[in-house]
């Protein structure tokens, strides 16, 4: 079959395109190249003389602009003018209004590629396949757009409780360091690694007054981040939250516990035991019922009988149970003497419990016991920075990883910015756009 060849047409731009007006166009197999010429006079940008031209510059590389059917890709090329003012002798060049800062593409197109990536689960590769461009010039452009964004969020205001924790950003243990707004989700901080030179810039990066109004920081266990804390902030207190103590506890305990005795029961010759243990992950965490009768539902009753013949089966387990729920309770407590008295009861009970794996926790969590009474004062969690966490893993996996991290970066401060703040921006950027400028349709009811 021979390949089909296009008819050159007339093409009317409805696009905004001033002071350029359309010239000539050709057309080149499936792209069609436009070529506009400026029809205003030329104006200096510093005094505003009229000036003279002093010479016609096109730049080598024309512009990529939304495709017009039935071509594939559509450039424009625009002649700019140099101009040489008489007043202040400057020597300028003119500006092209529909240019999108610096890239090679016109307003309307870089606003379609901001719209697109907006989107949930969207990627570089399907937008540049949908609209026909390179995956590099769909990156750069909505790099220019959300570093505009970034230019624009103002600094974060009453914050008191902030998060801090670290996600994996390449294999071979390469971590980032996140620091979270507890109170309305936003990220205040965000660097490749977690080492003292990599996370000192957070200390500086705000003013005074936002440093002085902070009151505690939440976070895991991390000896790195606290040590960090203790030396710039001292009047922070840290918190040692409940998600990652419950999350250490049945990782550390329960689930050695439970594995320990289902191995036991197996070698025993009990597989029937066995098995109850083995798949019993999620059931021993389950808050027991004084009377099994009262379950809402059928799998209720039956996971509360399950739950019950279990902890009668072997005492090491009773034991750990009864001390796991005795924990969630610890943080319920609001008054710091008694959060004291009783988080060193718990400790002592699992210490002289005989349980090796419930005395090594005890003796491990130990030395952080004014990070968990600070629980008592302040009750914030680390939760919500975890399904931040969740949040940005998928925007990892959906990308299918990253290899410009501070685009990676800022992706994510976006993700978590709100609407009003998003679309404040596109109205600034994008005000030279056909949607602004174009007259509104008048539609008629049909019959």
């Not at 570093?147 to 924790?165: F, G, H, Q, W």
């Not at 009753?301 to 610890?330: C, D, P, T």
Request: proline content about 4%; overall charge positive.
């Amino acid at each position: 079959m021979q390949p089909i060849e296009l008819q050159e047409q007339n093409i009317s731009i409805h696009l905004p395109c001033k002071p350029f007006l359309l010239s000539s166009q050709k057309v080149r197999g499936k792209d069609i190249h436009l070529y506009f010429t400026s029809t205003e006079k030329l104006v200096c940008p510093e005094c505003g003389t009229v000036a003279g031209t002093h010479a016609y510059h096109s730049g080598k590389k024309p512009l990529r602009a939304e495709a017009i059917p039935p071509y594939k890709r559509t450039y424009w090329h625009v002649a700019k003018r140099k101009g040489l003012c008489p007043s202040c002798e400057l020597m300028f060049t003119e500006k092209v209004p529909f240019q999108f800062k610096t890239r090679h593409v016109t307003i309307d197109l870089a606003r379609k590629i901001c719209d697109m990536m907006d989107a949930p689960n969207a990627n570089i590769r399907t937008t540049a396949r949908i609209l026909g461009l390179s995956e590099d010039l769909v990156r750069r452009v909505h790099k220019e757009y959300l570093l505009e964004v970034e230019a624009i969020i103002p600094e974060p205001e009453e914050v008191k409780a902030i998060a801090v924790d670290e996600f994996s950003i390449l294999k071979g243990h390469q971590y980032a360091s996140l620091v979270l707004d507890i109170s309305n989700k936003q990220p205040i901080f965000l660097c490749k690694g977690r080492t003292t030179e990599d996370f000192k810039p957070f200390f500086s990066l705000y003013s005074k007054g936002f440093y002085k109004g902070l009151q505690c920081v939440s976070m895991d266990q991390n000896h790195t981040y606290a040590t960090f804390f203790k030396k710039e902030l001292p009047h922070v207190d840290i918190v040692s939250d409940r998600y990652h103590m419950m999350a250490n506890f049945l990782k550390d305990v329960m689930d050695k516990v439970r594995l320990k005795i289902a191995k036991k029961l197996r070698s025993e010759g009990n597989e029937e035991g066995y098995r109850m243990f083995k798949h019993a992950n999620y059931l021993l965490f389950t808050p027991r019922m004084k009377d099994a009768s009262q379950a809402k539902t059928l799998s209720e009753f039956n996971g509360q009988l399950q739950l019950e013949r279990l902890i009668e089966m072997n005492a090491e387990i009773s034991k750990v149970s009864l001390l796991y729920h005795q924990l969630r309770a610890l943080y319920e407590i609001r008054g710091e003497m008694v959060m004291r008295e009783e988080w060193e009861k718990w400790l002592c009970m699992c210490e002289h419990s005989g349980i090796a794996e419930l005395v090594k926790f005890a003796s491990k969590k130990r030395k952080y016991t004014e990070q968990v009474i600070m629980h008592a004062k302040y009750p914030v969690t680390s939760g919500i920075i975890e399904g931040c966490m969740n949040t940005i893993k998928v925007l990892k996996r959906t990308a299918w990883g990253f290899r410009d991290f501070e685009y990676f970066f800022l992706r994510i401060k976006y993700t978590f910015l709100p609407y009003a703040l998003k679309e404040k921006v596109k109205d600034k950027l994008f005000r030279n756009c056909s949607e602004y400028l174009l007259p509104p349709i008048d539609h008629q009811k049909c019959g």
